[in-house]
């Protein structure tokens, strides 16, 4: 064999060999990823991603080591929903496509207590209709209430006219009656950023030491049934938003309002507001709908976009005005009037009705500490609590006669719904 031969032959040997390896290394482009984006006590949300593999491949999903489905991968991230868990478990998810393998465990919320014992106190009755509209929890020794309420102080000793109390305070100790501002006008809502910083019907703060009206460039008119506010919300009193009648949406920056331009003259009944993780952002949404008055295809679900605009989502699924709404991005929404009705995101189109049949009564306001603690209230003293597995009524224990609640607030352990009984105002109080 000649030296010649012998070394083609090497070299077609090291060719082979090089070529052979540069096959066998793997392909850093090519991944399969699994994590778990959220939970509940009942779901959660798988996210799979999968980068370079064969879109055409079968992506096999199994829970607990068990089948769960297949499906057809048909772009790089795919959110899968998974119901009908239990709360407090562990499961394991484990994906595989192509050759690939993924895993992640979940695990689900607890659920919390329905045990909450109930404390109803009433209020005025004397000269007029009494009613309690809006509550605000600070703490559990400072909580505010506002409204209307009539008594035998309506007139002083001389029998002058000093006009109705418009709130009630808890300093941990009694129930005190005010007429903040001097006023004898009702107010319809309060919002409590801290014991420090608390709003009244939008324009009037109260900053712990006194009161101060900000009507600097206040968009609605003063006067008019317009600027009657039915909700507050905001992250600061540096970006404060108001709604009220007649579609008017406004906020406030600090120094001066601006108006919210909001598509529609149905009255704005609720507001609500959370940060989404996801985007970066804060979430606001309002609910529409002329109250008693209205017709079923008069309900609207806002988006507050930003300080100029809002938009109007799919209200598909609901019926009828539309008076509360509560929520947590991209998890639970909740609307509530004539039903109750969720959607576990924004973007899904239908809002369900599977709640519809939880009460028969209308339901006023929606709150929660979170999608395991959620409390409604409604007509009759409708009350209603999720503990994130199962829904419980209160009603043997919270009933008005000719009576509703007409808002509710929630804080840890802590449930104050108000309202009116006959012509008394009424707070009911639920401790757990």
Known sequence: ?????????????????????????????????????????TEAWIKIS?????????????????????????????????????????????????????????VTMDTTSHNFTWQTFTFGGNGGSSYLKDVAIINENDIWAVGEIHTKDDFDSSGHYLGPYNAVHWNGEVWELKRLMGKSSPLYAVFAF????????????????????????????PNGDGWRVNAMWGTSSKDFYVVGNNGNIAHYNGSSWTKI?????????????????????????????NILHGWESERVVLRINNTSQATQLNAEGSRWPLSGIWFKPNNKYYVVGSGIYNKYRLVDLVWGANLINITSFHTNKIKGNNINDIIIVGAYGETLHYNGFTWRSYMNETALSNGTYLSVGIKNNLVIAVGYQSARAVITIGQR
């Open 1 to 41: 064999m000649s030296k010649a031969f012998l070394s083609l032959l090497s070299i077609i040997l090291a060719v082979f060999i090089g070529f052979s390896c540069q096959v066998a290394e793997p392909n850093n482009d090519q991944s399969l990823s699994i994590t778990v984006e959220d939970v509940s006590c």
């Open 50 to 106: 999968a980068k370079g593999i064969d879109a055409d491949k079968q992506l096999m999903l199994y829970r607990n080591n068990e089948f769960l489905t297949a499906f057809t991968m048909d772009r790089t991230d795919t959110l899968f929903f998974d119901e009908g868990l239990l709360p407090s478990k562990t499961y394991s998810y484990k994906a595989k496509l192509g050759g690939f393998t993924a895993a992640a465990e979940a």
């Open 194 to 221: 801290n014991e420090n910083d608390i709003w009244f019907n939008g324009v009037v703060r109260w900053n712990g030491i006194e009161y101060s009206v900000h009507l600097e460039n206040f968009p609605l008119e």
């Open 261 to 289: 331009e909001s598509g529609t003259t149905l009255n704005i009944n609720d507001i609500w507001g959370d940060y989404n993780e996801k985007t970066k952002e804060w979430e606001i949404l309002a609910v529409c709908g």
